[in-house]
């Protein structure tokens, strides 16, 4: 086979694995064996452009010399400026790519992996349908939230016939829970003719957002209908009727979708309310007709009522004062989110040893086995949402240790060296950038902003929880060391050197033997720095 041969059978191994790179990175979340693959492919990749960097490196070499009337033109045969031991160098590292490359276009037989050229949402992974009920007796630290809402509800004083209202928050947080409660309220039985809960597919179009609303409202399947004759009895359904529409779960920011469905709503009578669950902001300013309700962590006192439910049974804490300091310690990681002390909780019910309590106190909450309803899996659906390109800037957040403060526009100066900020015509990079921290904010997997006067946000951080979800999708591209550090691994690309003072601490000497780490940011007492090397 000739080189020209070989390029293209090189060429199209390489298209072929883009090809199916997003829907690789959707089945990681699900498969080791499919993330061992994807992490060999980026490996792939990056050295990939470790040569292309070597060539241009090269050519800017050999100009700058040209340039140079004093170059003397005899050289040590053997040094790297000789051009025909470059070449032969080039040429070695450029095979052993193909024949890499070859590998593991052979090894993707092993999954069944969609090729996807656009980069397009996939609904394959949704939660579970809600329902409206809810036991009020299990719910904890989420009783003054609910009086707010009820009264926002019950107020006289919306000038519109319907409102709607936004709950917005982190997944797992507990805004379903939240919502179910004002639901079921006395008060709001009472005040509404009608109350109607719908859980929102990812994807829908408003002839099947429709079609839902009637059969939770009547328990009819008007699926035979078309459009018009769905809008028809939708509104006769409701016309005069002081109702309650709930609308769990919604992820689509179309707001022309919105809109139509607004539309139709407004036959009913003066007070009806639309109740919006959601993780976005930007559904929540779409959909609310007032601010939305932001909904706040639960208290450590809060959370470790809902630990000891779930992780003992009645009474049985007592006995066992052990395991309940280290459950202290446990739902001190879970930083107020109710749904990951419950997961954390759960795997201790059947177990009393004290290792095994050990072993999830010392443990990230990504290193330990989860079902598909517990935390990272849920906070990992807000993830799977994103496109590429946000995606990439989200797991990049993982080189920074947890509770550290992220200046916003380093990260973004950042993110824009990394070359994962896409460019656009008339449009500056930063300026893009800027666009997709306030989506990644909006989104919830910032918290904690720190503003200038301006509201110019300075600082933000991640919480423990996201943290955990960006190191998850990072895998080994990404890590910090201090000087304690022993070893990283051989596909680490970006490392974070985070020490808060070096006097007296040796500089870890396994840092100046990599060859294959693209960039080490320093954390000491002086701002984050960039070393170049």
């Known amino acids: 086979m000739g080189h020209g041969e070989r390029a293209q059978q090189a060429g199209n191994h390489f298209i072929s694995n883009q090809a199916v790179l997003l829907d690789a990175d959707e089945q990681a979340a699900r498969s080791q064996q499919v993330k061992d693959w994807l992490e060999k492919l980026h490996e792939l990749l990056y050295d990939a452009e470790d040569v292309l960097d070597d060539f241009a490196t090269e050519a800017l070499r050999q100009e700058m010399s040209s340039r140079d009337k004093k170059h003397k033109m005899v050289g040590k045969f053997f040094s790297r400026s000789n051009t025909i031991v470059f070449r032969v160098s080039m040429t070695q590292k450029i095979k052993k790519l193909r024949e890499r490359m070859e590998n593991i276009a052979a090894d993707r037989k092993n ?3 969609t090729e996807r050229f656009l980069d397009v949402k996939v609904t394959n992974r949704m939660r579970e349908q809600t329902h409206s ?10 009783d003054l939230d609910k009086e707010h809402i009820v009264s926002l509800l019950l107020a006289s004083n919306m000038l519109r016939n319907i409102s709607m209202l936004s709950i917005v928050g982190l997944g797992g947080l507990g805004k379903t829970t ?10 709001i039985v009472e005040n509404f003719e009608k109350r109607i809960w719908v859980y929102i597919p990812e994807e829908f179009d408003l002839k099947m957002l429709t079609e839902r609303i009637i059969r939770a409202a009547t328990g009819a399947d008007n699926a035979h209908l078309d459009l018009d004759q769905l809008q028809i009895r939708l ?23 919105w809109l139509d469905l607004r539309d139709l709503l407004t036959c009913g009578a003066e007070g009806s309310r639309v109740v919006v669950t959601t993780r976005s902001k930007v559904v929540a300013s779409i959909m609310g007709t007032s601010a939305p309700y932001e909904l706040e962590c639960l208290s450590n006192d809060e959370c470790m009522s809902i630990f000891v439910r779930c992780a003992f049974k009645e009474g049985q804490e007592n006995a066992n004062p052990e395991l309940l300091e280290i459950g202290k310690a446990i739902v001190n990681k879970c930083g107020g989110i109710p749904l990951a002390v419950r997961t954390l909780g759960s795997l201790l019910c059947t177990k009393t040893e004290e290792r095994d309590c050990l072993y999830i106190k010392d443990n990230d909450i990504l290193n330990i086995s989860q079902k598909e309803n517990d935390i990272l899996p849920i906070l990992r659906l807000s993830y799977d949402q994103m496109r590429t390109s946000l995606k990439q800037c989200f797991s990049y957040c993982s080189i920074f240790p947890k509770d550290y403060h992220i200046p916003r526009e380093e990260l973004i100066n950042l993110w824009i060296a990394q070359g994962f900020v896409q460019s656009e015509e008339s449009r500056l990079l930063e300026e893009i950038g800027n666009e997709y921290f306030n989506e990644l904010l909006s989104r919830s997997f910032f918290q904690d902003v720190d503003e200038a006067f301006n509201c110019e946000v300075l600082t933000c951080r991640m919480h423990d ?17 201090n000087c304690d550090t022993k070893s990283i691994s051989k596909r680490v690309r970006h490392l974070l050197f985070c020490e808060e003072n070096l006097r007296d601490k040796e500089f870890p000497g396994l840092l100046l033997i990599r ?10 007492l002086n701002p984050l720095v960039t070393w170049h090397i």
């Open 111 to 113: 999954f069944s992996f």
């Open 235 to 257: 509104r006769d359904e409701l016309m005069s009727k002081k109702f309650l529409l709930v609308l769990d779960d919604v992820w689509n920011e179309d707001p022309k979708r």
């Open 178 to 187: 939240l919502a179910k409660l004002v639901y079921n309220d006395q008060r």
């Open 465 to 481: 929880l996201v943290h955990d979800l960006a190191r998850s999708v990072a895998g080994t591209l990404f890590s910090y060391v």
């Open 515 to 524: 060859k294959k780490v693209n960039q080490i940011l320093k954390r000491c």
């Open 133 to 142: 009920f809810v036991l009020a007796s299990d719910v904890v630290g989420r």
